[in-house]
């Protein structure tokens, strides 16, 4: 019997396995297919534990579809454009694509050492000037659709290095530039969207995925739909311009438009500036600057203080012509509806905390049951949008709140003062990068024509290699003469091009799509191949995608649709989410704690084999948990009783019946634990259940009285349910017992209902719910019977005392409950 040696076996058939094209995965129409989909990688230089966590689970799943007769198709691929690169040029003057290749080529060899059956085939790059071909491609289709555009937005701006700078350059509470620890401040920038607005309602509509509930909850409140009306303000001739101005408005609860007391601009509203009276002026602009220096979550978090100062300026209530000051506040966004609130601090618990510290009025006009006039001043602002009735409201005035939102909104459509509207908190998608490592934008800027598309046979617009990195940061697109210059398209003229790049969300938002075709230079992707595999059957990654790539990658598919591309509306119909692995101190990964578990020293020191085996079976794989570098013991112990138990040159000595039973009983229940488990991403229970597997066939190794035909199938089954777990281990013990190469290509074991039942079962006897007997009764006795052997207990009798039972409960196969 030789030594089982991880590191010989593994090398010995991951180049057969390439030698043979093993992992090569072509249309097939004589089996269903199955396109199973991990989350790329960035390439950062080195996989962790953590992409090993994610990508071993998900090949273990597409191999054991696979067997189960599935024609699959599972790719990888690298996300490979971002601003670590960036940084990794200008730290080491080093040329980020070559930093970025430098990288694939290291990653692709520790992903090959995980035995992963990825068709390499089908890699794609998303840098790869083949790939960004077709993203400008797309950009290009998604403006003929009216779906992209250009306009003023909000960037992180460092004065000192003249550069904007991504949400990660911006260090501190105090918002300073990583570089040189200049405060941070809002720059307005020209920059392009996608109108993923467009989509709001068919992305709120889970009806075609089988997804998380947990990602569809997340997704549902970031595009955030609320219905109520939009309202017209006007300006009132109070202030000191004679302009009237409209500020629309919209609200969840036009039922409380009479308790409207004061309105609020976000700093950044356009109508600020005109608005604003000359003695307010100073501190209007002083209170605009502070604001810039704050991100969105920041003034949004609902514990912060309140801050806001008044314009000087006056708005009219349209419903009762009050006239109400306009403050600016930074807790109103520009980002979400139109910019601008009408406060109600009587019935909004913002508003109310506002109003008590700047001394505005309150006026309640929702009722709460029980509460009357002699009460005094409300001590808190009343929510409910279902008890109590209007007060103070004209002619809704008694109406029940239950059914004053739509009254009053029908009211002020009439009156032609709102309407009832649909709102979202979703906002369109901001792609503008102003960086150099990313797929260009294809557009030129001409005096006369304006933003103008770069032809398809121009495409793609690539980046010039001849760079050179600032410390600053900025962009060197935005001072290479070669780049800029160029001409109209439309005129010929002279034109100028676009410096910025895409956001590399949108890299990742039709990957899926190329690979079934990386090298395809007519198609993103061929049409043969999407027709035969798309869409995706089963996706696995991070939960920390719900609401950015997940939300992205679906809108993305549906205006491929659009564009004639797809007939399907969603990328993935399935998506399963695995958890993360923590450090040994149950602490996230990190250099700087010290607790990173490095994959490719453990493969050195266990095999991949043994690693793979613990990281499906340490903890449940959508929970993750801390690493053991103890508990990868058990799985190394395994591996090495299979190991033994392959070669072993079983006699069978003297049969028993009974244990050959006992052995063919387990094999066939081993079979349907572990199919349930792959079936629902259980993969801790299934090695589990290979593992007691395993200590039945040790145990018949020490007395071989089982038949040679029972041994051989618990064997050969041992194997096969480990196949997807430990390829290689398995591939080699499959062909050392003198099978058929692969044992990939073999078909999934199938149990036998009748072999795996049980003879006898332990039966609980519970007496008012508490446990009070066991009993070893058959399997096969029915209920009538398994009640009477209950209630005959010594046990039981002993409880019921002489008293006749008021019900016996009876669950089949595991307990009797005896109500007394």
């Known amino acids: 019997m030789s030594t089982y040696n991880p590191n010989e076996i593994e090398a010995k058939w991951q180049h057969k396995w390439e030698e043979t094209k093993l992992y090569r995965q072509v249309i097939d129409r004589t089996r269903p297919k199955h396109y199973a989909l991990t989350m790329l990688p960035y390439p950062s230089g080195d996989l962790h534990i953590g992409h090993w966590y994610a990508m071993t689970p998900s090949d273990a799943r597409a191999r054991y579809m696979r067997m189960k007769g599935y024609n699959v198709l599972f790719p990888m691929g690298f996300d490979a454009f971002g601003l670590p690169a960036e940084n990794a040029a200008i730290k080491n003057r080093t040329h980020p694509a070559k930093w970025t290749f430098a990288n694939i080529d290291r990653m692709r060899g520790q992903l090959r050492s995980m035995g992963a059956m990825f068709d390499w085939e089908r890699e794609a790059v ?10 400008q491609w797309f950009f290009k289709k998604l403006m003929e659709l009216g779906l992209a555009y250009r306009k003023l937005s909000a960037v992180d701006f460092c004065p000192n290095c003249n550069t904007t700078l991504a949400r990660e350059q911006v260090w501190g509470e105090d918002r300073h530039c990583e570089r040189c620890g200049t405060p941070v401040i809002k720059k307005d920038l020209e920059q392009w969207f996608f109108k993923t607005t467009d989509y709001a309602e068919e992305l709120l509509d889970f009806s075609q995925i089988e997804w998380p509930e947990r990602v569809k909850v997340m997704q549902t409140n970031w595009i955030g739909r609320s219905t109520g009306a939009d309202v017209v303000f006007k300006t009132s001739d109070v202030s000191e311009t004679s302009d009237v101005y409209e500020i629309e408005i919209f609200t969840t609860r036009p039922d409380t438009l009479w308790g409207a007391t004061f309105m609020v601009l976000a700093p950044e509203h356009p109508l600020v500036d005109k608005i604003t009276t000359a003695e307010q002026r100073a501190t209007v602009d002083a209170y605009i600057q502070q604001a810039q220096r704050l991100t969105d979550i920041d003034r949004e978090t609902a514990d912060r203080e309140k801050t806001g100062v008044f314009t000087g300026a006056y708005a009219i209530n349209p419903v009762n012509q009050s006239h109400i000051p306009i403050w600016i506040a930074d807790y109103v966004l520009m980002s979400y509806g139109s910019g601008a609130i009408m406060a109600v601090p009587a019935h909004d618990e913002r508003d109310f905390e506002f109003a008590r510290k700047f001394g505005l009025d309150i006026v309640e006009v929702i009722r709460m049951p029980g509460r009357s006039d002699a009460d005094g001043e409300l001590e808190a602002a009343y929510t409910s949008k279902y008890e109590g009735h209007l007060v103070n409201s004209g ?60 032809p398809d046979e121009q495409l793609p617009v690539l980046l010039p290699e001849d760079v050179e990195f600032m410390p600053t940061g900025e962009s060197p697109l935005k001072f290479h003469e070669g780049f800029i210059h160029t001409e109209c398209p439309t005129c010929g003229r002279p034109a100028l091009r676009e410096t910025d790049t895409m956001d590399t969300f949108m890299c990742s938002s039709w990957y899926q799509y190329r690979y079934l075709s990386p090298l395809d230079g007519q198609h993103p992707f061929d049409p043969e191949e999407g027709a035969y595999w798309l869409p995706v059957d089963q996706y696995t990654g991070g939960i920390e995608h719900a609401t950015m790539h997940l939300i992205y990658t679906r809108f993305f598919t549906m205006a491929m649709r ?38 490719d020293a453990l493969v050195q020191k266990y095999g991949a084999d043994t690693v793979r085996a613990y990281l499906m079976f340490f903890a449940k794989w959508e929970q993750g948990g801390p690493w053991n570098y103890d508990g990868i013991k058990g799985p190394q112990r395994l591996l090495n009783d299979v190991w033994e138990i392959g070669q072993h040159g079983y006699q069978t000595q003297a049969e028993d019946e009974t244990a050959t039973r006992a052995l063919r009983r387990k094999t066939h229940q081993t079979i349907r ?102 009993l070893e009764v058959p399997a096969d006795l029915d209920d009538e019977a398994v009640k009477q052997i209950a209630l005959s207990s010594d046990k039981a009798q002993g409880w019921l005392d002489g008293k006749e039972p008021r019900k016996v409960i009876v669950v089949r196969g595991k307990l009797v409950n005896i109500v007394v």
């Open 562 to 599: 659009a564009m004639g591309l797809v007939n399907f509306s969603e990328p993935m119909i399935r998506l399963y989410n695995q958890g993360m692995v923590l450090g040994e101190d149950g602490e996230k990964m990190s250099k700087s704690r010290g607790n990173v578990v490095a994959p």
């Open 395 to 454: 002619e809704f005035t008694g109406t029940a709140v239950s059914e004053a939102i739509g009254k009053v909104a029908a009211w002020l459509e009439e009156k032609g003062i709102g309407k009832e509207a649909v709102n979202y908190r979703l906002r369109d998608w901001l792609i503008s990068r102003q960086r150099y490592w990313g797929a260009p934008i294809p557009v030129v800027y001409c005096p006369e024509h304006g933003a103008v598309a770069v």
């Open 673 to 774: 634990r572990v199919s349930e488990d792959m079936e629902s991403f259980s993969f801790n229970t299934a090695v589990a259940a290979i593992m007691e597997l395993r200590n039945a066939l040790n145990d018949g190794r020490k007395a071989p009285n089982v038949s040679q035909l029972a041994w051989q199938e618990a064997v050969d089954t041992l194997l096969l349910l480990l196949a997807p777990i430990a390829p290689h281990l398995t591939e080699e013990l499959w062909a050392q017992r003198g099978h058929a190469y692969s044992i990939h290509q073999q078909p999934w074991p199938q149990w036998d209902e009748a072999v795996a039942k049980e003879d006898a079962v332990t039966l609980i006897v519970q007496v008012n719910g508490r446990v009070r007997d066991k």
């Open 126 to 135: 998303s840098a790869d000037p083949g790939y960004y071909k077709w993203t």
